[in-house]
């Protein structure tokens, strides 16, 4: 195990302290110099802020000490473990792991953990870390076998929370508190993925049909509504048509071509107004249409 900086300085200081005494002759004071060098060495510890020195003395659990410098008896005592106490993360996957429904999945996920008791993880396990990413492993394949394909790919929230609850589970009796579980990725074969894509496609055609469905009826509903209040009110449906005949022939170079049927069934002299205003013709005075400009009875030819 490295020094600390104070560990190291004050050995240094002994050992120069010691070569100096020998230098001048006192030998024993040398050596008693370079004794107690050994012995700050062996004994005087400094812990950082995060982490737990955990020591046993003759074999038997003796403390765990935090931050700051300690010192312990050398030879009786030892440190048998460090222990970070910060937040930790382990990277670990699942690769042909079979769902529910029997698709093979690989899938990659990483745990955030820290250590809340630096005893139980020293002294209940040999290496927690190992321990950890066995634990994980084994938790990620059994929530894949117990879950269908479509919930692992679109519920990745509940997956994470589940396998956070029974690593945690696992893991407490070793001191470790698991913070949180997130699924990175989840590879399906390229097979399935294209089968995916088209089923996805299909379904989003039919929803399309369905909605064009529905307008179809909906448009022929306000059809409906629109012929019974045609049927009731002939006038109106005289203007409608009139409206329509402007509205087509106010562009400059459109020719229409009407059977006199259907000019008739629709008053012939409305109609006959209508393509006049369009075509930007004359009234006489007495509202009249010049008679050279009248539609010719077998059909009815419009050029705006």
């Known amino acids: ?9 004050l050995v240094f200081a002994c050992m120069v302290a010691g070569l100096a005494v020998g230098y001048f002759g006192h030998l024993y004071f040398g050596i008693a110099c370079f004794a107690v060098a050994a012995v700050i060495a062996m004994s005087l510890k400094m812990a950082n802020v995060w982490q737990k020195f955990v020591i046993l003395r003759m074999g038997k659990l003796q403390s765990v000490r935090g931050a700051g410098l300690f010192a312990i008896i050398p030879v009786i005592d030892s440190v048998i473990a460090v222990i970070d106490g910060r937040i930790q993360t382990t990277a670990f996957n699942a690769e042909q792991a079979l769902t529910k429904d029997t698709v093979p999945v690989n899938v990659d996920a990483i745990i955030f953990w820290h250590v809340h008791d630096a005893e139980k993880a020293a002294l209940a396990i040999t290496n927690y870390r190992e321990a950890i990413d066995r634990v994980a492993q084994t938790s990620l394949r059994e929530m894949i076998g117990s879950s269908m394909l479509a919930s692992l790919l679109s519920d990745r929230k509940d997956a994470d929370e589940q396998l956070k609850i029974e690593i945690g589970q696992k893991t407490a009796p070793w001191g470790i508190s698991v913070s949180s579980v997130e699924i990175r990725d989840v590879a399906i074969p390229v097979a399935l993925q294209d089968a995916m894509s088209r089923q996805a496609q299909a379904e989003r055609e039919k ?33 409608r048509a009139m409206n329509i005949i402007y509205e087509t022939t106010k562009e400059r170079g459109a020719t229409i071509l009407m059977p006199s049927s259907m000019v008739d069934s629709m008053n012939p002299y409305g109609n006959t107004l209508a393509l006049a205003l369009a075509g930007n013709e004359v009234l006489k005075p007495n509202g009249m249409i010049k008679p050279a400009e009248l539609p010719r009875p077998p059909a009815v030819a419009v050029s705006a």
């Open 1 to 9: 195990m490295n020094m600390n900086p104070v560990t190291s300085f």
């Open 207 to 239: 929803q399309a049909r369905v909605i064009l469905g529905s307008a179809e009826a909906a448009i022929a509903g306000q059809f409906v509504e629109a012929a019974n209040t045609y049927a009731g009110h002939p006038e109106a449906l005289q203007l």
